[in-house]
């Protein structure tokens, strides 16, 4: 179950990668750093932090499946709501309603924020 989990994190950091990459050069080349804050929050909990965890998950293993399982939709689901809802609360591309993006920002969050606190229970589950 790890490396499954390790190599679905991995790919997924890659993924944000670019896309925090291709923010960076976007900004650099049109002289606007509107996005910086989301550029900055893809970089570090989309591409460091997801790639660290698959890593995690690629050399340890853990006690729990469910608890990987729970740890890596957390995640996910956690990234995605964090760096789209900074993004429709910063830039509101859609132009949605202050309370609709705050609300996607906040849960957002708090779902990566669960997510980190899941990955500390973790590494006190690893197998020796």
Do not use: C
Not at 14 to 33: K, N, Q, W
Not at 117 to 124: C, M, P, W
């Amino acid at each position: 179950m790890e490396q499954k989990w390790g190599i679905r994190l991995i790919r997924l950091a890659a993924i944000f990668a670019l896309i925090g990459t291709y923010l960076g050069t976007h900004m650099s080349g049109s002289g606007s750093y509107e996005y910086r804050p989301i550029h900055a929050h893809i970089l570090l909990v989309g591409w460091l932090t997801m790639f660290a965890w698959g890593i995690f998950y690629r050399v340890f293993q853990v006690k729990s499946q469910k608890l990987v399982t729970i740890h890596g939709w957390t995640a996910i689901l956690g990234v995605f709501g964090l760096t789209f809802g900074m993004w429709f609360y910063h830039i509101n591309p859609f132009h949605l309603g202050d309370t609709l993006t705050l609300v996607f920002f906040i849960i957002g969050g708090t779902t990566l924020l669960i997510s980190f606190a899941l990955f500390i229970v973790v590494t006190f589950m690893v197998r020796k």
